[in-house]
Nanobody
Framework: QVQLVESGGGLVQPGGSLRLSCAAS????????MGWYRQAPGKQRELVAI???????NYADSVKGRFTTSRDNAKNTVSLQRNSLKPEDTAVYYC???????????????WGQGTQVTVSS
């Protein structure tokens, strides 16, 4: 059983910074892409940032220049450093990873439980 556990959410003032972390554990043979999605009230879940196993990244236009994602392949972790936060960044943030549990299995999509981030004064 694979689990993704997030940490680091909370309340932050506009212009502030917050770092999210996510750790994958369990039966893991390999991890392909890892990333972050968010879902604001009344809106669909959207991609925020993604990083592949080689370290190449891709960001949503709305967060480029403000958010940075990184990963530690040895520890199976991914982080999201968010600076210059805006009220519109308020959402539940979800960690995502594409993981193979064994050499025989194909890649499967896994999600964290989500962590609330509120940007407000």
């Amino acid at each position: 059983q694979v689990q993704l556990v997030e940490s680091g959410g909370g309340l932050v003032q506009p212009g502030g910074s917050l770092r999210l972390s996510c750790a994958a554990s369990g039966r893991i043979f390999s991890i392909n892409a890892m990333g972050w999605y968010r879902q604001a009230p009344g809106k669909q879940r959207e991609l925020v940032a993604i990083i592949d196993s080689g370290g190449s990244t891709n960001y949503a236009d709305s967060v480029k220049g403000r958010f940075t994602t990184s990963r530690d392949n040895a520890k199976n972790t991914v982080s999201l450093q968010r600076n210059s936060l805006k009220p519109e960044d308020t959402a539940v943030y979800y960690c995502n990873a594409v993981i193979r549990e064994s050499w025989r299995s194909g890649p499967a999509n896994y999600w964290g439980q989500g962590t609330q981030v509120t940007v407000s004064s």
